[in-house]
């Protein structure tokens, strides 16, 4: 091996020292050993540093926590170019069969969703930072902060979770935009295993809007957190009924100040509230908690009751089932993306769209008897 000889914390690395690194041992390998393995690819990757990427660098930089090759992998995924995004579903495949994607017991992803102005970054970067305390490893996909809703300087400067960002053990990605979906993108998903396979243990997915963002991160996350504000019902607040049934936390923040004592009340209400919902079916009763995201009051608790949720859906197998069932809706919706991408760039439905929607504004042609004939015209190989 060329690179530079490990020293210091590399001793560590022990039997990897004199052979070719090995990506990140798969399961069953202790957390020690999986260090080592790091530590030992790190090194190598350390020294082929000045050469042009490729997939396999880019796997050896991921396997070695280089927040570079993450940043270029992230980018990867969300390329509109079909020759990017298939290397990244190649980077992707890769790691993960090299064992570098994180199980159950290995990760723990959130997304924290309320209002805009709720507070979700100033909390992330509290949490973020008691997590790291705690010796995890944090990646966040932070909505954008130059949004046009909290625009202009100074939330700016609490969006940008300034930090947590200097933390060596967190990694923030603002989302390219906020979109339509609250700053949930398509390649979310992605990019949650792409911060595993860097080695990042605790993923937290900021979400903001009222309905669709919030649908979308549950189907990627372990858990959701609501983040609520004092004095103001679900409708002052913009939270459909749906999105409280969905959380399995639920924190009342801005319990500071002047706000404090609206604070206990919301809380009181939301407790009442939450006994008329139906119990979940995996046995988890989300609990109605109270922080100050600006203080840091109330947050260790807060922290306390998400790894209360991990054990208990740990422990009754409902976290894999969880895993298990999203990665089944995952498949389903990249061939339903797949299949519309390949129906609309057909030629002979391309050539033939437009006129038939003139003609169904128009009321000359059925709207499903349209839809049958492009249909015909796909599956008959029209292109
Ligand atoms: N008093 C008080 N203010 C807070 C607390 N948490 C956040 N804030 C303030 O609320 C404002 C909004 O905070 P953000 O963390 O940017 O809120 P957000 O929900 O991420 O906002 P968007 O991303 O724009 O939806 C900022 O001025 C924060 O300083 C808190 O616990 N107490
Ligand atoms: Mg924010």
Same mark, same amino acid.
């Given at each position: 091996m060329s690179g530079p000889k490990p020293t210091g914390s590399d001793a560590a690395a022990g039997a990897n020292r004199n052979e070719q690194p090995q990506a990140v041992p798969p399961t069953g390998a202790s957390e020690q050993q999986r260090e080592a393995a790091r530590h030992a690819a790190g090194a190598a990757y350390l020294s082929r540093q000045q050469q042009p990427w490729? =997939? &396999?660098r =880019?796997?050896?930089? =991921?396997?070695?926590g280089d927040r570079g090759a993450l940043a270029k992998a992230l980018t990867l995924v969300e390329s509109h170019k079909a020759e990017h995004r298939r290397q990244a579903r190649? =980077?992707? &495949?890769?790691c993960l069969r090299d064992g570098m994607g994180a199980d159950t017991e290995r990760s723990f992803r959130i997304g924290v969703t309320g209002v805009p102005g709720a507070g979700k970054s100033t909390f992330i970067e509290a949490l973020g930072m008691h997590w790291i305390a705690q010796g995890h490893k944090v990646a966040v996909q932070a909505v954008d902060p130059s949004s046009a809703i909290s625009g202009g300087s100074i939330l700016g400067d609490k969006t940008r979770m300034e930090q947590l960002s200097a933390q060596a053990e967190a990694f923030v990605r603002p989302s390219p935009s906020r979109g339509t979906l609250g700053g949930v993108t398509a390649r979310t998903r992605e990019h949650l295993l792409l911060f595993e396979a860097a080695g990042y243990d605790r993923l937290i997915v900021e979400t903001v809007g009222v309905g669709q963002s919030e649908t979308a991160v549950h189907g990627m996350v372990d858990g959701m957190l609501l983040l609520l504000i004092p004095g103001a019902g679900d409708e002052l607040q913009g939270i459909?009924?749906?999105?409280?049934e969905m959380a399995d936390w639920l924190v009342v923040n801005k319990a500071d100040g002047p706000g404090a004592s609206k604070a206990s009340?919301?809380?009181? &209400?939301?407790?009442r509230a939450l006994h008329l919902f139906p119990p979940t079916d995996h046995g988890w009763t989300p609990p109605v908690l109270r922080c100050s995201a600006l203080t840091g009051e109330g947050l260790p608790h807060v922290a306390d009751q998400l790894e209360a949720f991990r054990s208990h859906m740990l422990e009754g197998g409902h976290l894999l089932e969880r895993r298990r069932q999203q990665a089944g809706t995952w498949m389903h919706e990249a061939i339903r993306d797949a299949l519309t991408a390949d129906f609309y760039g057909a030629p002979g439905v391309a050539g033939k769209l437009k006129s038939m929607e003139a003609k169904v504004r128009a009321g000359q042609w059925h709207p499903l008897l349209a839809a049958e004939r492009l249909l015909g015209e796909f599956a008959g190989g029209g292109n």
């Open positions: 490729t =997939l &396999d =880019l796997k050896e930089g =991921l396997s070695a190649e =980077l992707i &495949d890769a459909k009924r749906g999105i409280v009340e919301t809380e009181a &209400d939301y407790r």
